[in-house]
């Protein structure tokens, strides 16, 4: 779990620099153009706390995925499998495999949550209204996508459903 949070820790400055480089093709901008120029821009305009916006639901939703994960694989490996089973090898990387995916569905709203407060307010059209509310922190983040409905929005591969009252690039017709 520690070796987890570390990980995370570091490697979220890097995260936060991709998705706002992601994020800036929302509005057809060129506000991050390459690693340094980025670390720059992040750096001038919002400081050290710049780089780990969002830093908190990410590490929230990493511990409680490891732990759901771990402990409901250890749960089916020991009581649910039967030792005697010649592939058991083979069936305990499953059973990690498929805790591992139930793990990541529960916890996606903490990743959504994360990567909102990423680009939130940060001076790019994706992260900012009429595209995104600004949110005060993570928790009114949450709070606000709960109640719109739109906490797992982004979740699932094939069965999406379009927020309610939501103004896209298309609805303003943008030119390109």
Known sequence: MIARSAATLITHPFHVITLRTMVQF??????????????????????IVGFFAGLIPRLIGDVISLWLCNSLAYLINTYALDSGVSTMNEMKSYSQAVTGFFASMLTYPFVLVSNLMAVNNCGLAGGSPPYSPIYTSWIDCWCMLQKAGNISRGNSLFFRK???GKTYCCDLRMLI
Not at 31 to 45: A, F, N, P, Q, V
Request: hydrophobic share 30%; glycine share 12%.
């Open 26 to 47: 929302i509005g057809r901008e060129s506000k991050y153009c390459g690693l340094c120029d980025s670390i720059l821009t992040i750096y001038r305009e919002e400081g």
């Open 162 to 164: 379009v927020p309610f």
